[in-house]
């Protein structure tokens, strides 16, 4: 029986394959869904070097918010990671996912980011 993670761990590297597939130009916005928080990160994977991150933990969100899962948390993360890409010159990238549905959170920081200025 294959397990939760093991599924998990299938569908992110499927999701990552297809970018990977049809080349990668531009920097990858990578987000992680983890329970009580989300993180989001600007890689630029031919460098291999992370350019801009942000997260639900971070000093400026501590205290905004009744916790770090909310969608309004992670749209604030969104668009402060838009703002810190954008600052460092990067204006375009691809969206990782990372396995998870693009749905609820996910898709408020995806929103978030775009409207911030990123395209993708």
């Known amino acids: 029986?294959?397990?939760?993670q093991e599924r998990y761990e299938?569908?992110?590297m499927r999701s990552r394959n297809?970018?990977?597939e049809h080349g990668i130009k531009r920097p990858r916005l990578?987000?992680?869904r983890g329970n009580?928080?989300?993180y989001a990160q600007v890689v630029d994977d031919i460098k291999g070097a992370t350019l801009a991150a942000a997260c639900s933990l971070e000093k400026e969100m501590k205290g905004k918010f009744k916790s770090g899962k909310s969608i309004d948390s992670a749209k604030v993360v969104g668009a402060l990671l838009a703002k810190r890409a954008i600052a460092k010159g990067v204006t375009e990238v691809c969206f990782d996912?990372?396995?998870r549905i693009y749905h609820g959170r996910i898709k408020a920081l995806a929103?978030?980011?775009?409207?911030a200025g990123l395209k993708f």
């Open 36 to 38: 009580k928080y989300i």
């Open 111 to 115: 929103d978030a980011a775009r409207e």
């Open 97 to 99: 996912r990372g396995g």
């Open 10 to 12: 299938f569908r992110k």
């Open 1 to 4: 029986m294959i397990s939760k």
């Open 30 to 32: 990578s987000v992680y």
């Open 18 to 20: 297809n970018l990977f």
